[in-house]
Nanobody, 115 residues
Framework: QVQLEESGGGSAQAGGSLRLSCASS????????MGWYRQAQGKERELVAT???????NYADSVKGRFTISRDVAKNTVWLQMNSLKPEDTAIYYC?????????WGQGTQVTVSS
């Protein structure tokens, strides 16, 4: 079983930056992809960014050029550097890890961006 713990959420002004971290623990299988998703109040959870073991990345159009996902494969840790934040980035951000047909989710961390 994989446990994921996010940190680094909080509040920022529009145009500011935050950095999210997600560390995995427990029985560590070969985690293939790790990523970040977010859910704003009243909306469905959506993909923000993902990264594979090989380093291939995928970003939502809304965050391209502003957010950067990175990963330490050996430590099964993933980060999300968020720059040029906008009020519409306000959401709960969830870390996700995938291996085989299974996946795990963190408990989420709140990001609030004020104008």
């Amino acid at each position: 079983q994989v446990q994921l713990e996010e940190s680094g959420g909080g509040s920022a002004q529009a145009g500011g930056s935050l950095r999210l971290s997600c560390a995995s623990s427990g029985t560590i299988f070969t985690i293939n992809a790790m990523g970040w998703y977010r859910q704003a109040q009243g909306k469905e959870r959506e993909l923000v960014a993902t990264i594979t073991r090989g380093g291939s990345t995928n970003y939502a159009d809304s965050v391209k050029g502003r957010f950067t996902i990175s990963r330490d494969v050996a430590k099964n840790t993933v980060w999300l550097q968020m720059n040029s934040l906008k009020p519409e980035d306000t959401a709960i951000y969830y870390c996700n890890a995938k291996w085989g047909l299974l996946d795990a989710w963190g408990q989420g961390t709140q990001v609030t961006v004020s104008s």
